[in-house]
Structures are given as structure tokens and as C-alpha cells.
């Protein structure tokens, strides 16, 4: 009977789920939208680190305030676009609150089964907050543009890309007006990301 439990625990599947600091435990290979919170997202996203940290300055440049300009990109390029679809582009990232973020290259390494983790704790976090699992291509294409063009600058003013290397990778940002990058601390990202959640939750509700 002993042997057999030792040996049960051996061949046990490796844990796949993280504890949140909400207490929340999240099941990473089938997440469930009743294990999401926001306050989690907004710690997580505000300390992960864009570009693997290779950025200047004393402070990493976030994913929470990547996020933000995202969200406001969009509105820019679509002015008038419905609050939800705002929602979806602050939410862009968010699954990052949790497998980090990994550049473009390496994803394409990691190849399918990274995909299909990042896809499904994507869906989880659509159906939490009142959006579909899967947006609409050309909500997706809006929100792929605004993040390429956050790219762009973040490229060309912090992670050390000439004009020239950033337009070639990640294109020229048009419709969108030239910003100053100024990195802000992870306390100043996550408060931000989270008001301005809070924002776009109560105008979708009006």
C-alpha cells in the first residue's frame, strides 16, 4: 500500500496551476474565468518587464503601461469605438500576468503548445469580463496595429532600435501622433491600469 502511493505521487502530473495573490489558484493549461481577477492582473502585468528588460533607464519598461498606450491608440485610430472593444485592447496583454512576456522571436521557437496556453487563458479573460472568447478579426487587427505602433516607439526610445531596424520589423505608425516615452515606476502602471479599467467597466455598464 505504502509503495503504491509513493509511486502514485511520482508519476503525478507537475503542478500546472499558480497561486495569485488574490488566492486565487489559476489553472494554466485550463484556466477558468472564475479564477481571474483584476487586481491580480494589474500587480502582474505592472511588474513584467517589455523587451526583456533591455531598455534604458533605472526602471523596466511595463506591460501594464504598454497596455495603456494600446488602449489609447485605439482610440485614436477609431474614434467613437465601442467601450468593450477599448476593454478587449487594455486587456491585450493580460494573459502575460502570468507566463510573462516573451519576445517575438522566442515565441516563434516555442511554437503551438506556448500558443494554445496564451489562447486559452486569453479566452478565460475575455468571458471574466463581459467579452467574447474570440474577438472579431477586425477588432483583432485594430488592436495588432495600436501594438505595433507602441512598438515602435517603445523600440526606437528605450530598447535602442534606429528608425530605419524599427520600421522595417514593426512598420511606420500611421495615424498616430509621435509620443514621449517616460517609464513609470511598477506602483504608478498597476494604479493607472487599474483606474482606467475601472473607467472602461463603468461606461460599458451605462
Known amino acids: 500500500m505504502t509503495g503504491k502511493k509513493a509511486n502514485s505521487g511520482k508519476n503525478a502530473p507537475p503542478r500546472a496551476w499558480q497561486r ?3 488566492g486565487r489558484r489559476l489553472d494554466l493549461l485550463d484556466p477558468s474565468p472564475v479564477d481571474i481577477e483584476i487586481d491580480d492582473i494589474a500587480h502582474g502585468l505592472a511588474r513584467v518587464a517589455r523587451w526583456n528588460g533591455q531598455t534604458i533607464g533605472p ?3 511595463n506591460v501594464a503601461q504598454h497596455s495603456l498606450i494600446v488602449e489609447d491608440f485605439c482610440a485614436v485610430l477609431k474614434p467613437g469605438w465601442p467601450v468593450k472593444w477599448r476593454l478587449a485592447a487594455l486587456l491585450h496583454d493580460a494573459p502575460e500576468f502570468v507566463i510573462g512576456d516573451m519576445i517575438s522571436p522566442f515565441k516563434a521557437q516555442l511554437g503551438g503548445h506556448y500558443k494554445v496556453i496564451e489562447h486559452r487563458l486569453q479566452q478565460a479573460i475575455h468571458l471574466r469580463f463581459g467579452l467574447p472568447a474570440d474577438l472579431p478579426d477586425t477588432i483583432e487587427k485594430l488592436i495588432k496595429r495600436a501594438d505595433r505602433a507602441s512598438a515602435f516607439f517603445e523600440a526606437t526610445q528605450l530598447a535602442g532600435f534606429d528608425i530605419v531596424e524599427a520600421r522595417k520589423i514593426f512598420g511606420s505608425p500611421h495615424g498616430i501622433t509621435p509620443i514621449e516615452l517616460k517609464t513609470a ?22
Open 20 to 22: 495569485m495573490l488574490s
Open 59 to 61: 526602471l523596466p519598461f
Open 185 to 206: 515606476t511598477a506602483g504608478q502602471a498597476q494604479s493607472a491600469y487599474l483606474k482606467r479599467f475601472h473607467n472602461l467597466m463603468s461606461a460599458s455598464s451605462c
